[in-house]
């Protein structure tokens, strides 16, 4: 099974809906990641959050709100969904205290914004 | 704040050929630098890292890259090109006192020709 896993794998909605994607990962890392990935700009950081009770706005927040529920689950929302939206996003998950500097990425979501 | 530039979007070489893709950074402390790769319709997957120690470092599938601090580079290179290493490639570097927030460059998709 995949440590880090991310649903829905592909969505399709409609500007001014309100969607959320979910990551989820049994690697037991503290630290947990969003970025959306566009065509010739790499990934940009969303959010990201050291523990359940450390949130922090990335690069790219305005738009996005996200929800750690458990050390394992981090949430992803977009309350009003616009075109501009449209990307592939990634979670992904770390622990460097532990010596795990490396990020962890699951399969992405593939949001389509109409 | 910290960067990474990737030049060309896409590079193309025959398979057996010698595969350079080119990654320059800026940092104001000693980075750690990763390299990830993408294959279609998949996450992102970790070829190599560097983390202060040896300078030359060797990843999966046979790919390597060479940390040179005065060039501020960390270039990838697989001596052969194999049809399956046809993906994108995306360097990245983290600030060791931000967080392990990873910094990504736009990324290098690398086409191998029969």
């Known amino acids: 099974d995949a440590d880090v896993t991310q649903t829905p794998r592909n969505r399709i909605t409609k500007t001014g809906k309100r969607i959320m994607l979910e990551c989820s990962q049994t690697?037991?890392?503290?630290?947990m990641y969003w970025y959306r990935q566009d065509p010739g700009l790499g990934l940009r950081l969303i959010y990201y959050s050291f523990d359940v009770k450390d949130i922090n706005k990335g690069e790219i927040s305005d738009g996005y709100s996200v929800s750690r529920q458990a050390q394992a689950k981090f949430s992803l929302s977009l309350e009003s969904a616009i075109p501009n939206q449209t990307a592939l996003y990634f979670c992904?998950?770390?622990?460097?205290?532990?010596?795990?500097?490396?990020?962890?990425f699951g399969p992405g979501t593939r949001l389509l914004v109409l | 704040a910290q960067s990474v530039t990737q030049l060309g979007s896409h590079v193309s070489v025959s398979e057996g050929a010698l595969v350079l893709l080119r990654c320059n950074y800026s940092s104001s402390v000693p980075p750690y630098l990763f390299w990830y790769v993408q294959y279609p319709n998949q996450g992102l997957q970790l070829l190599l890292k560097y983390t202060s120690a040896a300078t030359l470092v060797k990843g999966i599938n046979g790919f390597e890259a060479e940390f040179k601090k005065s060039e501020t580079s960390f270039h990838l290179t697989k001596p052969s090109a194999h049809m399956s290493d046809a993906a994108e490639y995306f360097c990245a570097v983290s600030d060791q006192g931000a967080g392990n927030m990873l910094t990504f460059g736009g990324g290098t998709r690398l086409m191998v020709k029969p």
């Open positions: 992904a998950t770390s622990d460097p205290p532990s010596g795990e500097e490396t990020q962890y």
């Open positions: 690697k037991g890392h503290d630290r």
